[in-house]
């Protein structure tokens, strides 16, 4: 028996850490493009005659078209032939963000970002097939290696989105990441396998219906789902709104100046990286209830602001911390619970992540429309409540 799993395991040849690496690339920069709009939403609104009031729409109808992919794209995954699905994801994001950098109207605009979002998915097919390339014992680090491309897409679109924008406009944002879209197609075409078995048990609507039935048979997936939620509503809250007061008097910041700030979130989310670990030895509600706190209490530092940048700025690294410290104990626990539904899972749980981020984005534009910056404090900090009192009502109910 030991003989025979020897040979099944060797009968898998190391996979090469630079195909790795173009993964983590493509998963970064298809999740940046969910978040290129965020700094930009100014400009944006300028040039179109949007009103503040609904120009969060524009970050809000993004995270619609992603949800939609994880539903109805990420489950191809274990339908067809990977290969195949990530190159034409990749290719069709390419034109969907040409079509934005050239849209001529709004209508144009709103339309072209669904399906940016729906595209952007791309993300969860390469965490699934970088798992199922890889020997087992190195499946736990190609993912990880995968999803930190994951984190620096994120929190460093801002950034790349305000240097691009004060060169040459919000458009040469869409332009330039459909050149790299582009360009990662390529890349991908030429180095992924062909040979990836395919498990075709079961019919697509199957898998599509057996998702809502994962959650509603499971409280603790429930629990963590509505955490993802609420976390990820505060994080949009903030970083969708954030750059009307930074880029308006007395501050006056430039797109460039205001993606820094991107830069300094990136320190905190990737110094939550040991969430996972801390999860896997048993102190998962532990690390949760501590990270909640911590989100909460980011708020009252974020407020700060316009009184001081220097504190806002702490505020700022708090918060992706303590939000990306939730999201990866979040993804322990449930992978740990249906090990043999992963892909479904992250499909049903990513769901929930982007819900509140929509939510958090259209919350913070209106809430900055009428009430200003601590409209929108307010509003990140009751979704920071209602996840830690979640917690707290889900820890005595276990004692």
Same mark, same amino acid.
């Given at each position: 028996?030991?003989?025979?799993?020897?040979?099944?395991?060797?009968?898998?040849?190391?996979?090469?850490?630079?195909?790795?690496?173009?993964?983590?690339?493509?998963?970064?920069?298809?999740?940046?493009?969910? %978040?290129?709009?965020?700094?930009?939403?100014?400009?944006?609104?300028?040039?179109?005659?949007?009103?503040?009031?609904?120009?969060?729409?524009?970050?809000?109808?993004?995270?619609?078209? %992603?949800?939609?992919?994880? !539903?109805?794209?990420?489950?191809?995954?274990?339908?067809?032939?990977?290969?195949?699905?990530?190159?034409?994801?990749?290719?069709?994001?390419?034109?969907?963000?040409?079509?934005?950098?050239?849209?001529?109207?709004?209508?144009?605009? +709103?339309?072209?970002?669904?399906?940016?979002?729906?595209?952007?998915?791309?993300?969860?097919?390469?965490?699934?097939?970088?798992?199922?390339?890889?020997?087992?014992?190195?499946?736990?680090?190609?993912?990880?290696?995968?999803?930190?491309?994951?984190?620096?897409?994120?929190?460093?679109?801002?950034?790349?989105?305000?240097?691009?924008?004060?060169?040459?406009?919000?458009?040469?944002?869409?332009?330039?990441?459909?050149?790299?879209?582009?360009?990662?197609?390529?890349?991908?075409?030429?180095?992924?396998? &062909?040979?990836?078995?395919?498990?075709?048990?079961?019919?697509?609507?199957?898998?599509?219906?057996?998702?809502? &039935?994962?959650?509603?048979?499971?409280? !603790?997936?429930?629990?963590?789902?509505?955490?993802?939620?609420?976390?990820?509503?505060?994080?949009?809250?903030?970083?969708?709104?954030?750059?009307?007061?930074?880029?308006?008097?007395?501050?006056?910041?430039?797109?460039?100046?205001?993606?820094?700030?991107?830069?300094?979130?990136?320190?905190?989310?990737?110094?939550?990286?040991?969430?996972?670990?801390?999860?896997?030895?048993?102190?998962?509600?532990?690390?949760?209830?501590?990270?909640?706190?911590?989100?909460?209490?980011?708020?009252?530092?974020?407020?700060?602001?316009?009184?001081?940048?220097?504190?806002?700025?702490?505020?700022?690294?708090?918060?992706? +911390?303590? !939000?990306?410290?939730?999201?990866?104990?979040?993804?322990?626990?449930?992978?740990? &619970?249906?090990?043999?539904?992963?892909?479904?899972? !992250?499909?049903?749980?990513?769901?929930?992540?982007?819900?509140?981020?929509?939510?958090?984005?259209?919350?913070?534009?209106?809430?900055?429309? &009428?009430?200003?910056?601590?409209?929108?404090?307010?509003?990140?900090?009751?979704?920071?409540?209602?996840?830690?009192?979640?917690?707290?009502?889900?820890?005595?109910?276990?004692?």
């Amino acid at each position: 028996m030991r003989a025979g799993a020897r040979q099944q395991t060797c009968a898998k040849p190391e996979f090469p850490r630079w195909t790795l690496l173009i993964f983590a690339m493509t998963a970064g920069a298809s999740v940046a493009n969910i %978040y290129y709009a965020q700094p930009l939403l100014g400009t944006i609104a300028a040039t179109f005659g949007i009103s503040p009031g609904a120009v969060g729409l524009v970050v809000t109808l993004t995270q619609i078209g %992603y949800a939609a992919g994880l !539903v109805l794209i990420v489950p191809l995954g274990d339908l067809v032939d990977r290969r195949r699905l990530l190159t034409i994801q990749t290719l069709l994001s390419a034109l969907a963000l040409l079509a934005v950098g050239c849209a001529p109207n709004v209508i144009a605009l +709103f339309g072209g970002m669904i399906v940016v979002g729906l595209l952007a998915v791309v993300v969860q097919v390469l965490v699934a097939m970088s798992a199922a390339l890889v020997r087992p014992e190195a499946r736990g680090q190609a993912v990880g290696l995968v999803t930190s491309g994951v984190v620096v897409g994120i929190l460093a679109a801002r950034f790349v989105a305000g240097v691009l924008a004060d060169i040459g406009g919000w458009r040469m944002v869409y332009l330039a990441s459909a050149g790299v879209m582009l360009l990662l197609s390529l890349l991908l075409m030429r180095v992924l396998p &062909r040979d990836v078995p395919v498990a075709r048990s079961e019919r697509y609507a199957a898998v599509l219906k057996s998702i809502p &039935r994962l959650f509603l048979q499971d409280p !603790v997936l429930r629990l963590r789902a509505v955490f993802a939620f609420l976390i990820f509503a505060s994080f949009s809250t903030l970083w969708t709104a954030m750059v009307l007061p930074l880029s308006a008097s007395p501050f006056s910041l430039s797109h460039t100046q205001i993606g820094f700030f991107g830069i300094a979130g990136l320190a905190g989310a990737l110094a939550a990286g040991n969430a996972g670990r801390l999860a896997d030895k048993g102190f998962a509600e532990r690390v949760t209830g501590f990270s909640l706190a911590l989100l909460l209490l980011s708020w009252l530092t974020i407020g700060f602001l316009p009184r001081s940048l220097v504190v806002f700025a702490i505020g700022v690294v708090l918060l992706d +911390f303590a !939000v990306q410290a939730v999201h990866v104990t979040n993804q322990s626990v449930i992978f740990a &619970r249906r090990p043999e539904a992963r892909s479904r899972l !992250v499909g049903g749980y990513m769901v929930f992540y982007s819900a509140g981020s929509a939510l958090g984005a259209i919350t913070s534009t209106v809430s900055y429309a &009428r009430f200003g910056w601590a409209g929108v404090c307010a509003a990140g900090a009751a979704f920071s409540l209602a996840a830690l009192t979640l917690w707290s009502l889900a820890a005595l109910k276990r004692t």
